[in-house]
């Protein structure tokens, strides 16, 4: 089993900055591939980007391209979520996922799933 617990969240302005955590417990995080995903009030939750298990790939959905960056550290067994030029479309609860070895993009590919933390977007 893997517990994932996410951490960042917050309140921003359009255009700021924020850094999401995902930090694992109960297993070495450097056999997954770990996703990110948001969902907003009233829309199913939507796929963010991903970064496989080395490190190497990283792919994100175009309305994040160029402003959000994935990252790992496998040493602290966390995963973070840059997030810059932040816009109010971007508020959501935003979540992290593991997957074993392999990367997905749909909801149903990962394994397991954080509780969530909100990033509000204001303007």
């Known amino acids: 089993q893997v517990q994932l617990v996410e951490s960042g969240g917050g309140l921003v302005q359009v255009g700021g900055s924020l850094r999401l955590s995902c930090a694992a417990s109960?297993?070495?995080?450097?056999?997954?591939?770990m996703g990110w995903f948001r969902q907003a009030p009233g829309k199913e939750r939507e796929f963010v980007g991903f970064i496989n298990s080395s490190g190497g790939t990283t792919y994100y959905a175009d309305s994040v391209k160029g402003r959000f960056t994935i990252s790992r550290d496998d040493a602290k067994n966390t995963v973070y979520l840059q997030m810059n030029n932040l816009k109010p479309e971007d508020t959501a609860v935003y979540y992290c996922?593991?997957?074993?070895?392999?990367?997905?993009?749909?909801?149903?590919?990962?394994?397991?799933w954080g509780q969530g933390t909100q990033v509000t977007v204001s303007s």
């Open positions: 109960g297993r070495a995080l450097s056999s997954y591939s």
């Open positions: 996922a593991a997957k074993i070895w392999k990367t997905g993009v749909k909801t149903y590919d990962y394994d397991y």
